[in-house]
Nanobody, 122 residues
Framework: QVRLVESGGGLVQPGDSLRLSCAAS????????MGWYRQAPGKGRELVAG???????NYVDSVKGRFTISRDNAKNTMYLQMNNLKPEDTAIYYC????????????????WGQGTQVTVSS
């Protein structure tokens, strides 16, 4: 089965940096758009950054200039470099990918990772 696994979260102080990674595994034929979402306690899931297969990116205003999303299509991996972290960045961060499997190459579906916790506290 297809799996998306996030890693790289942790507990840091304001101003510190983290790099999250998302590794996709399984019988994957093609990955289209990917993105990082986050969810804080009591809040809905928010799109933080998205990236197309061709490398076009977009960011929520609150992280613009601090976060950078990237991907390595050959490795089916995605990254989120987070600099100058703030307490309001505290959340569970989820990886999302729209992809097709080799068993159904003409149809794409969304998949989610299990999430990784990022806590920014002094």
């Amino acid at each position: 089965q297809v799996r998306l696994v996030e890693s790289g979260g942790g507990l840091v102080q304001p101003g510190d940096s983290l790099r999250l990674s998302c590794a996709a595994s399984g019988i994957i034929f093609w990955i289209n758009d990917m993105g990082w979402y986050r969810q804080a306690p009591g809040k809905g899931r928010e799109l933080v950054a998205g990236i197309s297969r061709g490398g076009t990116t977009n960011y929520v205003d609150s992280v613009k200039g601090r976060f950078t999303i990237s991907r390595d299509n050959a490795k089916n991996t995605m990254y989120l470099q987070m600099n100058n972290l703030k307490p309001e960045d505290t959340a569970i961060y989820y990886c999302n990918a729209n992809l097709a499997t080799v068993r159904d190459v003409g149809r794409s579906s969304d998949y989610w990772g299990q999430g990784t916790q990022v806590t920014v506290s002094s």
